[in-house]
């Protein structure tokens, strides 16, 4: 069984940075991407970023100010959000799409963790 542990929201202001980890443990061969998501009150739940095959893509919205980065070894992700608005509230949720033999290629969710931003 694959659990991801999400830290590291809270609330603060337009302009701060925050940063937010996600790691993976349980029993598997291969990380094939991680990613985060994002759902604002009121709104469908949106993808923020990916890193997947070396390469790291993101939305526009948050692209040149939010930075994602991994450590394999700890099979951990992280988003560094910079330069925060209030249109970046929203919980924040971690996908990681990992293989096992047992079961293929299969997308794990993290539970979310909410991000406030507001003077």
């Known amino acids: 069984q694959v659990q991801l542990v999400e830290s590291g929201g809270g609330l603060l202001q337009p302009g701060g940075s925050l940063r937010l980890s996600c790691a993976a443990s349980?029993?598997?061969?291969?990380?094939?991407?991680m990613a985060w998501h994002r759902q604002a009150p009121g709104k469908q739940r949106e993808w923020v970023a990916t890193?997947?095959?070396?390469?790291?893509h993101y939305a526009d919205s948050v692209n040149g100010r939010f930075t994602l980065s991994r450590d394999n070894d700890k099979n951990t992700v992280y988003l560094q959000m910079n330069s925060l608005k209030a249109e970046d509230t929203a919980v924040y949720y971690c996908?990681?799409?990992?293989?096992?033999?047992?079961?293929?290629?299969?997308?794990?969710w993290g539970r979310g963790t909410l991000v406030t931003v507001s003077s």
């Open positions: 349980g029993r598997f061969l291969r990380i094939n991407s």
């Open positions: 996908d990681v799409n990992i293989w096992s033999p047992t079961y293929g290629s299969v997308d794990y």
């Open positions: 890193s997947s095959g070396g390469n790291t």
